[in-house]
């Protein structure tokens, strides 16, 4: 399948119903581009793994959908909090998993797709090793608290990465990454997202805002202190291809009134019209005898 757009993402449980929603938007919205999803399975439970397999009978543009597991033992030691899981980490180590792949777009599973995905899978890394959009905080800062050498003081957002996984793998990303992460610890304010900037500073595209319109973006919280920046993310605005709900709030939950819950919500008739055929597709246990 050499040329379908492969995704990976991690999900437990609770975001299943995100992640569906992610996956259904996209392939709604790319009907012209074939997918495999890599999915990260941090406790998902045996109704979740019907849902998502259902996705394959559903579209046609849906290939496979592969499963996967990480040890979590190379994290025991990460910062944590209530939002940001252990499980959180557990991209640092796609490229080294999936040895066979030599290009994978990572979406965090709190995103909806509003466009054509195929510009960014055929984006030009340019020679770097991932290709990301810079996070809406402009946490420029941050290298110089982790006393990171650097001469782009830019800091991405890890919620999407583009990865040239060859690229990666020679660099040894993964080990180096992990091993920032032991060293660290007390220095992780945003967790694997600082780690990876420490590691991928100087080595990463700035893409377009348009394909990870964080919140902070969305609601205008913060201007870029560069003027054609703040262009861009006007653009990013008004077109948004990935839209994702970064931060606490979140479109799923009624309570926080989230001002772009309009496009989560959309999706949410035919993520229901699938649980509910995967629900009836499922396996019925024998009946007693009487």
Not at 184 to 201: E, G
Request: hydrophobic share 35%.
């Amino acid at each position: 399948m050499p040329d379908s757009i492969k995704i990976a993402s991690t999900s437990n449980h609770e975001f299943c119903t995100p992640l569906l929603t992610l996956y259904i938007s996209i392939l709604e919205q790319n009907s012209a581009a074939d997918f495999e999803f890599f999915i990260i399975d941090d406790g998902l439970e045996p109704l979740d793994y019907h849902y998502l397999n259902v996705l394959c009978q559903q579209y046609g543009n849906c290939l496979r959908i592969t499963f996967l597991r990480i040890d979590p033992a190379g994290y025991a030691k990460a910062a944590t909090n209530a939002r940001i899981i252990q499980a959180a980490y557990y991209r640092i180590d796609l490229p080294e998993t999936l040895r066979e792949q030599q290009r994978l777009l990572y979406l965090d599973c709190d995103m909806v797709c509003h466009g054509d995905l195929r510009p960014l899978w055929q984006q030009d890394l340019q020679g770097n090793i991932i290709g990301a959009v810079e996070d809406a905080g402009y946490v420029e800062a941050r290298l110089d608290k982790m006393h990171v050498p650097h001469q782009n003081k830019r800091y991405f957002n890890s919620g999407l990465m583009l990865i040239d996984m060859s690229h990666w793998r020679q660099a040894k990303i993964s080990q180096q990454t992990k091993t920032f992460i032991a060293e660290n610890t007390d220095r992780l304010r945003y967790h694997d997202q600082d780690a990876l900037n420490a590691i991928l500073a100087d080595r990463w595209l700035p893409l377009h805002p348009k394909y990870n319109a964080q919140s902070r973006l969305l609601w205008r919280e913060q201007q870029h202190s560069d003027p054609t920046e703040e262009r861009r993310n006007e653009a990013a605005r008004q077109n948004p291809v990935l839209l994702h709900y970064s931060g606490y709030r979140k479109p799923w939950n009624p309570t926080d009134h989230h001002p772009a819950a309009a496009a989560f919500n959309a999706y949410q008739p035919l993520v229901r019209k699938l649980k509910l055929k995967a629900f009836n597709q499922r396996p019925q246990r024998n009946a007693k005898k009487a």
